[in-house]
């Protein structure tokens, strides 16, 4: 029962300059909050609503910038992969390759992924049961790679909304894997806002809380110092000054369900 | 920030020697957890799943239960009711009267129930959204009672299913009134066992956790001391022997969040 | 395969002269389209959204009206009961006595509405799967009344939302009952204009197009001279001025499929 | 209005005797419908649920039997591409290019895809609101390849389970662009028997009269000889020897929706 892990980061990459200001505050919240942290950015957005969304910098130039992160605060490094032929060199620099939700049944992704070594976060779909992500594992242990976590960020529930169903954490903890709760996108309104979607940041911190207090081994949230303005998922971020707080008050809640 | 009040009882009334057993070890359970205890039982399970459920010993049978468990424990009585004109006569014994998911918008008895100035727990019926129980609650508060609890107890999720929103609760706390969470038949299984509702036992003590996690003034958690040969809600409820580690629990949670 | 019956009139009783001018339209329109008609009226709308929707004629006053329209058309009436005490009365004058779709669990009402020998049209809770209307029509069968319909009105499908899953209908009819698709209140968007209900009426047709395709007994389609402006239901129902091309339409359908 | 086109085929490609087979019988079934028909098959199963399930023959082998059933039936083909560097290649072949419902929201795939010049058909992925679609295919349009196709293939509903929600195919009629009812995949319980889907195929005939009675442009049905057997999607194909009858019926019932 080690105590969870933070996986946090700004969503998109934008610059050197602000992966690295981003890490830093990152950083800073989470030794105080005495939490293991992982950078997480993404160097494509490879799905967004519409084709108005930014794309972001390319695998290449992104790829620099997590490198970078990686050389000046010795963290590791979590970046989304979308096809087969992407992950041997993404996992060159990323620690963490994450399977995004809408491709966790893409048999060729998922096995080189496996294939790289690279612990591989996969993102259960939200058209998944909690109990079919076994199926999934599966595939990316068939490489010999057992270093696997499997994430929830919400189901659909309806149209344009997901709930985040609770249940899903002990019952993907049953496959011995452990479990990631994404607070960011399980709060996401997709496609809520006609070409993007929307997202009810307010709802970040207490189903965090809830998350821990069921028991999961790590938190994904995404941050930013401006949501309003960040290029994509800014509904649904938490402001990077409001990170120390709520670093503070999640590490008490694991602290005490841990004990 | 008052501490969490447990609400539980063994769902259906079964003899006034059951009810005072099991009001003597929930009273013992939650002395020992410092946590206010309101006793509930219902004296008439109206809407089963089909025929051959019990439906219980009939309301004055069962209302002189209630009124001789209330006089030797000193504790407040909630119990369910199904018409209007049973509303007076069960306020006569129970200090708070609850309002089934199912009859959540029955206007007549939302009324009659008000009237009484009994405490009401409504119940959000599985079909309503949280924001649609602040006109339920309107309902009630015409009749000049204020006196009004909403409780959580799961959202139809496909068939013979729930999910638990635990944004309900602080989506429902904006009415100003204490928010409920029901981990008893938020985890029931409508229907799934033909003619009768399933359950998932091991789900109470995590969803409790949680709802208190994000935050809430009650926890409903019905208990019997052999579930799985209880006259109704057997699947879900817990074992009475497991209450007092339970409540130990859920108490350090709650301590830590309102601290 | 009898051609389908067409169960339709105003939603809510509004006076003798509005009730007898709209049963004329519907009977014009049902016998220009050879089609069995049925008279639909509430005369008490017990479980608004709101307070403030309009609760119509009361009982007696309704029953009255009720009464005149068939004395003067001769065609079968169908009505809504919310309490059992209320069936008997209502069956005094209603050949067809309706559960509304909250309340097709409650035992004591489906019991006694059975009692009366009036046929009873159950609609399917929002909260229930099809086969679970099995347990549901086994209750008024227990009465010795077997004049039952099962009526399919749409399914909670996230907040808000209604959803018509289509395969209900033949699921449904494996109990051996007649099945209705009500067309009205499947387009419903329950809560969707804050104190009260919205609707897409603009759906009605198209689905009740594809009842008929799927194959049912018969269609509820609720239908005014002024929809936007009547009391209950308005945004779901379809003009009446609309219902003769409508319903030529629908028979057209009917006749083709049970051909 | 022009009469419905059908799009069938064995789901996953087996052998080249093997689809010369079934094109022969769909072609026959769908002339003596009157009935346009388009050949579809897969070379990949590329997102199977577990590992277990058979992959298919690959595309070079794949595609060299797809241009024999076009050679020798002169009807158009339809295959389904996963990865944006096998559009190019497969369109050599295919005159309809697909884009599987979990990939929807690829903006490299549906950019490659749309650069062919081939139709594409984009299933709508189970996780999104019909109107989210416009920013679908106007990813599509971006290349300037407006040959689009909207296809309807369920929505998740809870877990395990789709539902086919009808007032999707005028929604996305709204765009302009030619709507599909995928009455296969519709009635698909998506991991429904552990390792694989369950599936419904008494429901396919119905729900495809449906989609036809609220009105669209095409049809979606795999078949095969002894779905029992098949490699893929067994459980919700119509054996071919049933297509004939199946056919004929659908062919009357849009014959008269759209006269």
């Given at each position: 029962d080690a105590p969870f892990a933070l996986i946090s980061g700004?969503?998109?990459?934008?610059s050197l300059e602000h992966a690295l200001m981003m890490a830093e505050r990152i950083r800073d919240a989470a030794e105080a909050a005495r939490t293991p942290w992982i950078f997480k950015a993404s160097y494509d957005k490879a799905n967004r609503s519409s084709l108005e969304g930014k794309r972001g910098l390319g695998m290449e130039k992104g790829l620099e910038i997590l490198a970078e992160v990686k050389a000046r605060f010795g963290c590791p490094i979590l970046t989304d992969v979308h096809e087969p032929g992407h992950c041997a060199r993404a996992a060159e620099v990323a620690d963490l390759l994450q399977i995004p939700a809408f491709l966790c049944r893409q048999t060729d992704l998922l096995l080189a992924a496996g294939e790289t070594g690279a612990a591989i976060n996969v993102k259960k779909g939200q058209f998944l049961a909690p109990w079919d992500m076994a199926n999934v594992a599966a595939k990316i242990a068939s490489t010999g790679n057992e270093r696997i976590m499997l994430c929830e960020r919400g189901t659909s529930f309806g149209y344009n909304m997901l709930v985040s169903d609770l249940r899903s954490l002990p019952i993907m903890a049953e496959t011995g894997y452990p479990v990631v709760f994404d607070a960011t996108h399980s709060v996401q309104l997709p496609g809520g806002q006609g070409t993007s979607s929307g997202g009810q940041r307010q709802f970040v911190p207490p189903l965090a809380r809830a998350a821990l207090a069921v028991g999961c081994a790590a938190l994904f949230i995404e941050t930013h110092e401006d949501p309003d303005n960040a290029p994509s998922d800014g509904p649904n971020m938490v402001p990077v000054s409001e990170l120390p707080a709520l670093l503070a008050r999640l590490r008490a809640v694991d602290d005490l369900i841990k004990s």
């Open positions: 700004p969503c998109q990459l934008e």
